[in-house]
């Protein structure tokens, strides 16, 4: 089956820095690539909508400045967290659309752990 | 408000006790119901989607069902390594392939 893969899959970073997070379809052409934030016990918070080629759409409440997402090409968008505090630790996952697959069916990434000390 | 509910929360069988997790859902113009399994640190694995009521998918263990305002996953004779948070999921009907999820049943199976 299609193949998403994220990296890094944990990390720890001082408050003040920014980590960069990224998110590769391996074996498809992903026009659409998405972030959600998940909490413990709670279920994927939809972040922001990456397009190839165009600017990301964020939801409601989540900062584009503080959560800068680039989707250069088809099969790469990456998650820059600026500036990070201990509130922005958490699990953050991608998933990304084929571009010949129906609506539904995400392939999501093995999610990335961040803790901010 | 488009909205998509699992209940229970939480689910302890044991092994071989078969059971069912619901997902009701209040999505305008649903267009499919996709169930996944999520594994405790790890990213949803896709496992079924579903378009149209009365349809099913079965998958080892696993079957799905789908009627016009909730789905059920069924489980028969569970097994530890089917202990897992299963999502269900709708894609919202923006245009933008968005998809809103439920919070996940936390199945325990034990041995």
Not at chain 1, 55 to 82: C, M, P, R
Not at chain 2, 93 to 101: A, L, V, W, Y
Request: glycine share 8%; proline share 4%.
């Amino acid at each position: 089956g299609a193949v998403v893969s994220q990296h890094p899959s944990r990390v720890i970073c001082k408050s003040g820095t920014s980590v960069k997070i990224e998110c590769r379809s391996l074996d498809f052409q992903a026009t659409t690539m998405f972030w959600y934030r998940q909490f413990p016990k709670q279920s994927l918070m939809l972040m922001a909508t990456s397009n190839e080629g165009s600017k990301a759409t964020y939801e409601q409440g989540v900062e584009k400045d503080k959560f800068l997402i680039n989707h250069a090409s088809l099969t790469l968008s990456t998650l820059t967290v600026t500036s990070a505090h201990p509130e922005d630790s958490s699990f953050y996952i991608c998933s990304a659309r084929d571009t010949l697959a129906r609506v539904g069916e995400l392939f999501f990434g093995e999610g990335s752990r961040l803790t901010v000390l | 408000e488009d909205q998509v509910t699992q209940s229970p929360e939480a689910l302890r069988l044991q092994e071989g006790e078969s059971s069912s997790l619901n997902c009701s859902y209040t999505v305008s113009g649903l267009r499919g119901l996709f169930w996944y399994r999520q594994d405790p640190g790890k990213g949803p694995e896709f496992l079924f989607t579903l378009y149209s009521a009365g349809e099913e998918k079965e998958k080892e263990r696993l079957k799905a069902t789908l009627t016009k305002k909730e789905s059920f996953l069924h489980i028969t004779a569970p097994k530890p390594e089917d202990s897992a948070t299963y999502l269900c999921a709708g894609p919202l009907n923006t245009g933008g392939f968005k998809t809103i999820f439920g919070a996940g049943t936390r199945l325990f199976v034990k041995a």
